[in-house]
T-cell receptor
Framework: SQKIEQNSEALNIQEGKTATLTCNYTNYSPAYLQWYRQDPGRGPVFLLLIRENEKEKRKERLKVTFDTTLKQSLFHFTASQPADSATYLCALDMGGNAGNMLTFGGGTRLMVKP | DADVTQTPRNRITKTGKRIMLECSQTKGHDRMYWYRQDPGLGLRLIYYSFDVKDINKGEISDGYSVSRQAQAKFSLSLESAIPNQTALYFC??????????????FGPGTRLTVT
């Protein structure tokens, strides 16, 4: 079965710096890879989706890359702010043949210090 | 979160009790899901439903049952609660987006403690 690895240790960075989070997976590449933000005690919130044939996708201060050779997605948050502090989850969607079900990673906690 | 609501938000119950967690959505989505989240283990799928007549077991369905009363309502029951079912429970919904993708929309969660 698919295994997803996200750094379980918190990432601490200074305000204004770029945060880079990683999502590694084993086995087959997903049709889509999704990123979610989760604040303490709250449900995850969808941020961005990238398809297997897309190398990079941007949304405001966020850039996500997807490398099917390395089996890795990188999540870059530029000009980080304390309000960006949260846990970020990646999720793999294996596509329609698998019912578009999501498999989630354990998440990485990002702490942005002022 | 307002589009997907969960009740109760917090619940403490005793071992052996039967309890029900409820989920309602106003997004008009056909697909609904129940997950549990434990520290360090991420979200794990308990049950999912693609429509009112289609209910399927997920990765960790033992000890749980569900009911899809309507398109908008999906309930999760713990038949006889045990302490290792202490966790944060989330309901989610989805439908195909513009590109045929299935982003999920989560409720605020129910924190369940079994003593």
């Amino acid at each position: 079965s698919q295994k997803i690895e996200q750094n379980s240790e918190a990432l601490n960075i200074q305000e204004g710096k770029t945060a880079t989070l990683t999502c590694n997976y084993t086995n087959y590449s997903p049709a889509y890879l999704q990123w979610y933000r989760q604040d303490p005690g709250r449900g995850p919130v969808f941020l961005l989706l990238i398809r297997e044939n897309e190398k990079e996708k941007r949304k405001e201060r966020l850039k996500v890359t997807f490398d099917t050779t390395l089996k890795q997605s990188l999540f870059h948050f530029t000009a980080s702010q304390p309000a960006d502090s949260a846990t970020y989850l990646c999720a793999l969607d294996m596509g329609g043949n698998a019912g578009n079900m999501l498999t989630f990673g354990g998440g990485t906690r990002l702490m942005v210090k002022p | 979160d307002a589009d997907v609501t969960q009740t109760p938000r917090n619940r403490i119950t005793k071992t052996g009790k039967r309890i029900m967690l409820e989920c309602s959505q106003t997004k008009g989505h056909d697909r609904m899901y129940w997950y549990r989240q434990d520290p360090g283990l991420g979200l794990r799928l308990i049950y999912y439903s693609f429509d009112v007549k289609d209910i399927n077991k997920g990765e960790i369905s033992d000890g749980y049952s569900v009911s899809r009363q309507a398109q908008a309502k999906f309930s999760l029951s713990l038949e006889s609660a045990i302490p290792n079912q202490t966790a944060l429970y989330f309901c989610a919904t989805s439908d195909p987006g513009a590109g045929g993708t299935y982003e999920q929309y989560f409720g605020p969660g129910t924190r369940l403690t079994v003593t």
